[in-house]
Structure formats: structure tokens, C-alpha cells
């Protein structure tokens, strides 16, 4: 159930921030602000200066350098937590245990058995737990589950995925960002970048089954993978095939679901339009993402502690895709059951 403070409006969820970063600036931040029945009151960074720094920026009334001040803020009803993925555990808990529900940044956490610690968490509170899968929001993506729901494609026989970027010309070997480094991120960048594919595959597929991967380091810095491949099934038992590179001279983002009828191709990161094929021709659909990029999930979010609807991100269906993860960098990382962000030396797929 929502906890309010007696003098809490029952049409508005009042929102504060863990961890007022780089995400909150453009893609999320103004969307706690700009959605119907949600106002943003209080945000909290480790640098003092910096959250205030961005509370006046951003018009927010009060700001923290502590996460605990901010969960026990009685003008807070709803939490997100917008730090790296190590840090989400805490973040998460901190808000169930002040028995508040909480929106939290993706990838949901390092594996599997945080994402069961937060999903436990939030259990025992009584408060609901979701997680930034925002695409599963977007109009292109839901245009996509529109046309596969609908038979657009006949009989699904087959999806395909694959991706490459040259990041591993983009990065100092001498300052690597946490999103390559295990102890924030659990991983590389198939934890922060394709974590999304991921998530759609489930949205639009359901659960994957008979997942199988295989990672490696070639060329990026850092010690986590950077090629990665895998094969999966469908729910429905439809064989498809993943795999990002990214250490590449080019760049690809190629997403393609296959049909007894037609084919649908699209971007997972760009904003190019979709494509259907089919026995009338071609189709493009321009359904190109708003300003804030995470505003219409957040609207859901809100509508849900609202009592209106139901949001599409939560904190199982982000679990399945942080279990998928797990399954196909666990020979890189010699098992992903345990705190193996600590034990680097020990990793099979480190040379």
C-alpha cells in the first residue's frame, strides 16, 4: 500500500531521487516533473554541491547528500533510484524499508540474486518495485507488439538481433567509466546496452527459454566482455539469436522479428522508422521518441501508484532479463551466483 503523510494529496505522487546523475538530467528527471500526477520534490547526491547544484537547476524544493534523509523525507511518497547498479540494492532497500515503492534504474541490479534481494525486499514492505525499462513505453516499441500481437506477421518464425559499436575507441584505457567496470555495473556493456534488447525480447515474446551464450574480451579495456553472442527460444518455442560487438570499426542495431507473412524490422537506439514487409508492400512507421525519453514510463509508474493502470516494468520482469544476463556471461565470469565482481583474477574469460 502507498504511504503517505497525512496532508499527502491523493491524486499526486511526490517524487525524490537517489543519485541526481547524468540520467536525471535530460532522460528521466523532467519527466518526474512533467507527468500527470507526479511532482518531483527532493533530490540527493553524495556531492552536496552537486545536488544542490541540480535542485536549483531544476527547480526541485529540497536536496541531500544522504539517501537515508531523503527515503525518511515525510514529503516523499515514491523513490528512484538513479545510481550505477551497484548501488541499487542499497538504494532500494533503504526505500522499501521506509515502506516506500520505488522506480529503479537499469539494468535492475549486478545479477539475479540482488534483483531476488530487492524483489524480497519490497515483498516483506508491502510496496510495489519497478524497474526503468522504458522502451516497453515508447509508441515504436508498442507499435511493434501491436503489429506481432496482431498477426501482422502470420506464424513468428524467427527473431534476430545483432549490434556493433566502436566504444572500445571511445574509452581511456587510463579513466574507464563504471559502465565497464564490474563492481558498479556487473559487467560490460551487454549489462547497460543490451539489457534493453533484452528486456524487449521478453515484452514482445515473453520469457526466452534455452538460453545459451558465449563472451570475450578482444579489444576493449577493462577486464569485462565486449563481444558477446547467444542463441534463445521464444515462449512460444521460436528459435532467435543475439550478439553485440562492441569493438567494432562500424556500427549496426539490427532487429528483425520473421513471419510466415511478414517481417518487421527495426532500431532498438535510433529513432529511424520501423519497417514491415508483407505481401502489400513496404510499410514505415514514424513513431519517433519525446524529448524526455523515460516520461512515458514514468507516466505509468505513476498511474499505477495512482490506482489508474498498470505499469509494463517491474521488478520480475526485470529479474528475467538480469537472469538471462547471468546465463550467458557465466563461463566469462566463472559463475555469476556470487560476488564475483571481487574476485577478477579468477575470471575464465579475463586473458
Known sequence: MLSRSPSAPHDLIRWGIIGCGDVTEVKSGPG?????????????RRNGALAADYARRHGVPRWYDD???LVNDPGVDAVYVATPPGAHLDGARLAAAAGKPAYV????????????????AFAAAKQKLFVAYYRRALPRFLKVKELLDGGALGTLTGVSYRMSTPAHATTDPAKLPWRLNAEDAGGGLLLDVGSHTLDLLDFFCGPLTEVHGTAARLAGPGDV???????????????????WNFASQVKDDRLEFTGTDGRVTLSVFSNEPLQLESARGVEFFELPNPPHIQQPMIQTV?????GRSTCPSTGESAQRTSAVMDRVLAAYYGGRDDAFWLRPLSWPGRK
Open 32 to 44: 518526474f516533473q512533467q507527468a500527470r500526477g507526479s511532482q518531483l520534490v527532493a533530490v540527493m
Open 67 to 69: 539517501a537515508r534523509a
Open 105 to 120: 534504474e537499469k539494468p535492475m541490479a549486478r545479477h539475479a540474486p540482488e534483483c531476488d534481494a530487492m524483489i524480497a
Open 225 to 243: 566482455e565486449d563481444a558477446v553472442t547467444m542463441t534463445f527460444r521464444t515462449a512460444a518455442g521460436v528459435p532467435g539469436s543475439a550478439a
Open 302 to 306: 505513476v498511474d499505477e501508484l495512482l
